[in-house]
């Protein structure tokens, strides 16, 4: 092994080992059972606020509904309580929950949760076939007859307030555009907008067109569904903090963040609608009668990674049917033979949630009972090889897909407390297959620091980079030089050293550490050196954890 060995062991010893790894664990909990029914009735369509879940529970089979009833849990007590029973249309936000009557009677009735208050809004005359509710505002859209013609109408008022609606769309049957399904219909409210689709009058077409608008705008197409929709036309978009989510037919999961103009494709295999929280997206596949599997994708990080994963093997003729998030809950239900609404913390599904040490771990799989997390196959491999814990840390995720940018292909990655570990498929079988973030220029980023911008060193200073403008410091330099990534070169060569460390990106400058502490620093493409003159040879140099730096910085 290279002497790699000192500078890392410094890190360990003088910070302490693991150092805020256990102070804050994030445990890996199995998915809470809210509620459960069986053949005589089933359970669907969960929604939550973050807070609490609400779901339909349905007299009769999936496919002949007799009745339908509305019950809630909080994420804390999980304890099913009946609501309301007769009802068409449901939403929730921030404790609130509202419902429709439909073809029971007209009107919407408001529900708080945590009071037990009840009110009505009143509506107008005709059918409420949906109703959507977010910050205070709730929306309905209306089938109301109107002579020989059909209109649907969509309007809003505060759902404390009440007084009269106000009118943000309305369209006539008559006019030939749109078709009077009203079971194809469904209604978003996010912001100031209203979100909504309807189907074509073509009863051979399979567009329907997805609209938003604001209170006196001209409503815009800003998507299109083609075919039916993963679980039928109920909840077949979502939309949260301008983020928006929608599914088709043939598998196809969209998302556009409005804030930023990005576009997102994310899937062409899923199952069942999409959801999204405003900054995660989820759906789930079925894979030929194997498993059943939850996804998430974060927009914020272009990630994709496995939330949750029902095992077809035990639980057969069974799926992941609807999705809801918000506030960091995500919910969904389990279509079996009885049906089941499962919930969890967003935090515990991400790559970062710690899991629990297997009682049969797999071969070539080493568990780190510090960290929570396991280095499997190649990336262990990768990481015994060129130093480990030592240099890279111990796992801090498990392996999960990134992409730099949404269009990009994904890479299999994984970060330790110092590195992000990039599986390059187009290196397969080199000494390149695996590579190493540039987690010190994306910590510059993520600080708003150019280091294209920062003072260059003099040319002809010892251990001076063209390539950067930067020399690396006297101090810093045998700790550089002496230790590199295993390519086969003898000893330990120039290019060994950059693949590990990289170029550097800054001069020696005083900064304030995730300690507190402040200490001479200096970047680098991969890794940020610091000087403790304080400490004993040979642990006056350390390494800044990168790896936990940045995860911190995503939320994660």
């Known amino acids: 092994m290279r002497s790699i060995i000192r500078i890392a062991i410094v890190t360990l010893l003088v910070g302490g080992m693991f150092t805020g790894l256990n102070s804050d664990a994030k445990a890996w909990h199995e998915p809470t059972l809210?509620?459960?029914?069986?053949?005589?009735?089933?359970?669907n369509a969960p929604l939550t606020d973050g807070t609490n879940i609400v779901w339909r529970l349905s007299s009769g089979t999936p496919s002949t509904v007799l009745e339908y009833w509305l019950w809630w849990a909080t994420t804390d007590d999980h304890e099913p309580k009946p609501l309301a029973r007769r009802l068409a249309d449901f939403?929730?936000?921030?404790?609130?929950?509202?419902?429709?009557?439909?073809?029971?009677?007209?009107?919407?009735?408001?529900?708080?949760?945590?009071?037990g208050e009840e009110w009505s809004i009143a509506t107008g005359a005709g059918e409420v076939i949906h109703v959507a509710i977010s910050d205070g505002t709730v929306a309905w859209v209306r089938r109301q007859a109107v002579g020989t013609d059909e209109h649907f109408v969509i309007e809003a008022t505060d759902v404390e307030g009440g007084g009269p609606a106000t009118l943000v769309a309305a369209f006539s049957v008559a006019d030939g555009r749109f078709s009077n399904r009203g079971d194809w219909w469904d209604l978003?409210?996010?912001?100031?907008?209203?979100?909504?689709?309807?189907?074509?009058?073509?009863?051979?077409?399979?567009?329907?067109?997805?609209?938003?608008?604001?209170?006196?705008?001209?409503?815009?197409?800003?998507?299109?569904?083609?075919?039916?929709?993963?679980?039928?036309?109920y909840r077949s978009f979502d939309v949260e903090n301008g983020l928006l989510t929608f599914s088709n037919q043939d598998g196809w999961v969209e998302a556009k963040d409005f804030n930023s103009g990005t576009g997102y494709a994310l899937t062409n295999l899923a199952t069942t609608p999409s959801a999204t929280d405003g900054r995660y997206v989820f759906w789930a596949v079925e894979d030929r009668n194997i498993a059943s599997t939850l996804y998430a994708y974060d927009t914020w990080t272009n990630s994709r990674f496995v939330a949750f994963e029902l095992d077809l093997t035990i639980w057969s003729s069974s799926h992941v049917d609807m999705i809801s998030a918000s506030e960091g809950i995500v919910a969904w239900d389990v279509r079996a033979p009885g049906c089941e609404i499962h919930a969890a913390n967003v935090r515990d599904r991400l790559p970062s949630g710690w899991r629990l040490d297997p009682e049969t771990p797999d071969w070539g799989v080493d568990y780190f009972s510090e960290s929570g997390h396991s280095l499997r196959n190649g990336f262990r491999s990768f990481w015994l090889e060129n130093g480990g814990l030592p240099v890279f840390g111990a796992p801090l995720t498990e392996e999960y897909l990134e992409r730099s940018e949404w269009w990009r292909p994904y890479q299999t990655v994984q970060f330790t407390e110092r590195q992000r570990f990039e599986w390059h498929s187009e290196h397969a079988g080199t000494a390149y297959e695996v590579l190493l973030g540039r987690l010190g220029d994306e910590l510059l980023k993520h600080q708003g620091r150019d280091w294209t911008t920062f003072p260059k060193a003099n040319p002809d200073a010892a251990h001076y980079f063209a390539e950067t403008g930067h020399a690396i410091d006297e101090r810093f330099w045998h700790d550089w030089s002496s230790q590199g990534l295993e390519l086969g070169d003898p000893g330990v060569s120039l290019r060994e050293s950059l693949a590990l460390f990289g170029y550097p990106l800054s001069e020696p400058m005083p900064e304030t550490n995730a300690d507190g502490d402040t200490v001479l620093t200096q970047y680098f493409e991969r890794a940020v050196f610091e000087w403790h003159p304080e400490n004993p040879d040979p642990w006056k140099v350390l390494l800044r954890r990168l790896g936990a730096e940045m995860l911190e910085a995503r939320g994660w």
């Open 34 to 43: 809210v509620t459960a029914s069986g053949s005589g009735a089933f359970v």
């Open 91 to 115: 939403d929730l936000d921030d404790g609130i929950v509202i419902w429709s009557n439909g073809s029971f009677g007209e009107g919407i009735t408001a529900h708080r949760l945590a009071t």
């Open 188 to 233: 978003r409210v996010d912001g100031d907008l209203f979100y909504w689709h309807q189907p074509q009058a073509d009863p051979d077409s399979t567009i329907t067109v997805l609209m938003r608008a604001a209170v006196g705008q001209v409503h815009e197409v800003v998507g299109y569904f083609y075919g039916s929709f993963p679980g039928g036309a």
